[in-house]
């Protein structure tokens, strides 16, 4: 009985030792995501010219002569639309600044994909982050934009000169944000043509803004009576009123992987 006992535990030894290995665990090898994005562009123009600082003369609607030295708007709170479905682009503030070509482009990453049809935006800088004390990157009082805690950002920024102008400059700085006495616009645009967003599908909107738009429709300004805008809200609210309709789309194209 003990030798049975000892042939039987020798033989589970041996069974075990001759178990056979599993096999090595391979690595899950990750696919890199593919990212869904789209990219804006905003030009600016007279006409259908490209805006030139500095050394270019314009005439306005009324007739008035201008030359600009400045022009800056935010451009903020985007949201694609497709159908009957919206897609709210999260921190998405932009100032367009025509000395720095770099601003008026900006890309949005993480699209949801789809076939959009219209975008929404806001001219200027909502209430909330006017009154947000200290902000970064667009909104950073560096740039020039912002006031103070109390009267907040400048939505929108044109300096220039003019003949007509009792002292030769004007200049349009549309500011405040309280509810019935802000600049702020909101802004709806068709496109042309379906911005398409999948994977390796890259649409680029472009977007042109008129500077004439400043000063017509609805209302037709004079640089003679209205040549320093800032703190009168008569007057910031023709200057808004007018450049809400600044806007229009220029193209959708696309770029493929």
């Known amino acids: 009985m003990k030798n049975l006992i000892l042939f039987i535990f020798s033989m589970g030894l041996l069974t075990a030792g001759c178990r056979k290995k599993p096999d090595p665990v391979k690595p899950v090898i990750q696919q890199p995501e593919k990212k869904t994005s789209i990219s804006f562009t905003f030009k600016n123009v007279v006409g259908n010219e490209l805006l030139s600082l500095e050394d270019t003369w ?123 006495k802000g600049a702020q616009r909101d802004v709806v645009l068709e496109l042309p043509k379906k911005a398409t967003v999948i994977p390796s599908y890259y649409p680029h909107i472009i977007i042109r803004s008129d500077v004439m738009e ?13 040549n320093a805008v800032m703190s009168d809200l008569t007057e910031v609210k023709t200057i808004a009123d007018n450049y809400a309709n600044m806007f229009t789309v220029e193209d959708v194209m696309t770029a493929v992987e």
Do not use: C
């Open 58 to 180: 314009y005439r306005n609607e009324n007739g008035d002569s201008i030359r600009l030295s400045s022009y800056k708007y935010y451009v903020t709170n985007f949201v694609l639309v497709k159908g009957d479905s919206e897609y709210v682009v999260p921190e998405s503030y932009y100032l367009i600044d025509e000395s720095n070509p770099q601003s008026k482009t900006f890309t949005f990453e993480g699209i949801p994909a789809g076939d959009y049809d219209k975008i929404k935006f806001m001219i200027g800088v909502d209430v909330a982050r006017n009154t947000s004390g200290a902000q970064t990157g667009a909104l950073d009082p560096i740039h020039g934009m912002f006031w103070d805690w109390s009267t907040g950002y400048i939505m929108a920024k044109m300096e220039g000169w003019s003949p007509q102008s009792g002292t030769k400059q004007f200049f349009y700085h549309a500011g405040g944000f309280k509810l019935g």
């Open 214 to 226: 400043w000063f017509k429709t609805p209302t037709t300004i004079s640089i003679a009576s209205m």
